[in-house]
T-cell receptor, first 113, second 114 residues
Framework: DAKTTQPPSMDCAEGRAANLPCNHSTISGNEYVYWYRQIHSQGPQYIIHGLKNNETNEMASLIITEDRKSSTLILPHATLRDTAVYYCIVRVSLTGTASKLTFGTGTRLQVTL | DGGITQSPKYLFRKEGQNVTLSCEQNLNHDAMYWYRQDPGQGLRLIYYSQIVNDFQKGDIAEGYSVSREKKESFPLTVTSAQKNPTAFYLC?????????????FGEGSRLTVL
């Protein structure tokens, strides 16, 4: 399975951009990178995903390096409600066309005043 | 509103008892998943189902059982054979198991064994 490595925790001042890095050096050519976040004791919330091009939606931007070995999730203007654990995940193939998402321990982002 | 509903939110059980966690979705999704989360840990896959009347073991299936008799329902039974059942259980669904789109999660069920 392709593994991901994330820093265990990060701090960000409210209103500033939060840049969350992720290393996935063993990723295969057809594996997507997903980002989810989890607020304490709730179900994870989807943020964004991508294959090789940079992606942007109303929540965040995803920057994937050209060699696809790492990526960065950017929250452009962090708020206190963005305090959560952020998971970087690589889509792993199961049997045939089935796939699963393997969640590591993520990065705990603390947004402060 | 479409979504995934898990119940109960909190559950207490005595050792040696089986317990069933409910997961219902009205998103018309084919694929459904059960994950377990321990404190400070990531999510681990227990079982998944690609279609009605079919399901496969995930990484930590021992001590658990599931059924998929209806498309919208994927209940998880935690049996007495599960050595350490106290955990946060999350159900998820996706339009199709090979779909690259997002995985939708329920709000979770927290099981405590007394």
């Amino acid at each position: 399975d392709a593994k991901t490595t994330q820093p265990p925790s990060m701090d960000c001042a409210e209103g500033r951009a939060a840049n969350l890095p992720c290393n996935h050096s063993t990723i295969s050519g057809n594996e997507y990178v997903y980002w989810y976040r989890q607020i304490h004791s709730q179900g994870p919330q989807y943020i964004i995903h991508g294959l090789k091009n940079n992606e942007t939606n109303e929540m965040a931007s995803l920057i994937i390096t050209e060699d696809r070995k790492s990526s960065t999730l950017i929250l452009p203007h962090a708020t206190l409600r963005d305090t959560a654990v952020y998971y970087c995940i690589v889509r792993v193939s199961l049997t045939g066309t089935a796939s699963k998402l393997t969640f590591g321990t993520g990065t705990r982002l603390q947004v402060t005043l | 509103d479409g979504g995934i509903t898990q119940s109960p939110k909190y559950l207490f059980r005595k050792e040696g008892q089986n317990v069933t966690l409910s997961c219902e979705q009205n998103l018309n999704h084919d694929a459904m998943y059960w994950y377990r989360q321990d404190p400070g840990q990531g999510l681990r896959l227990i079982y998944y189902s690609q279609i009605v009347n079919d399901f496969q073991k995930g990484d930590i299936a021992e001590g658990y059982s599931v059924s998929r008799e209806k498309k919208e329902s994927f209940p998880l039974t935690v049996t007495s054979a599960q050595k350490n059942p106290t955990a946060f259980y999350l159900c998820a669904s996706r339009a199709h198991v090979s779909n690259t789109g997002e995985l939708f999660f329920g709000e979770g069920s927290r099981l405590t064994v007394l």
